[in-house]
C-alpha cells in the first residue's frame, strides 16, 4: 500500500521560509513524478511543483522564482522563500505511478500539511 507522509508545515511570516517534505514508500514501481498542491479555503487544488524522476521541474507561475522542488528517489522536498499570505493553505503531496506493465496511472495523496502565512 503507497504512503506519502508529509511533514515542515506550519507558521511563517511574510518573507519568510519553510521546507516541505513528502517521503513516499510501499510502491512496487518507481514514483515517476512527484509533486506539490495546494488548496486554500474556498478554492479548487492547485499544482505548486513537480519534478520528474529525472529531475524536471515544472512551477505554478503563482511560486515560481521563490519556491524549488527537489527529489532524492522517494522523497519530495519544497522549500519556500519568500512566503507571502497568499501562500496560505493545506498542501498536499502527489505521486504518480505508470506502471511499465500497464497503461493506467496511478495517483496517490499525502493527507495534507497546514502552511499559514502572516503579515
Known amino acids: 500500500q503507497v504512503q506519502l507522509v508529509e511533514s515542515g508545515g506550519g507558521l511563517a511570516q511574510a518573507g519568510g521560509s519553510l521546507r516541505l517534505s513528502c517521503a513516499g514508500s510501499g510502491s512496487i514501481f518507481p514514483f515517476n513524478a512527484m509533486g506539490w498542491y495546494r488548496q486554500a479555503p474556498g478554492n479548487k487544488r492547485e499544482l505548486v511543483a513537480i519534478?520528474?524522476?529525472?529531475?524536471s521541474a515544472t512551477y505554478s507561475t503563482a511560486v515560481e522564482g521563490r519556491f524549488t522542488i527537489s527529489r532524492d528517489n522517494a522523497k519530495v522536498y519544497l522549500q519556500m522563500n519568500m512566503l507571502k499570505p497568499e501562500d496560505t493553505a493545506v498542501y498536499y503531496c502527489k505521486a504518480i505511478v505508470k506502471p511499465t506493465t500497464s497503461s493506467q496511472q496511478y495517483d496517490y495523496w499525502g493527507q495534507g500539511t497546514q502552511v499559514t502565512v502572516s503579515s
Open positions: 519534478i520528474t524522476a529525472g529531475s
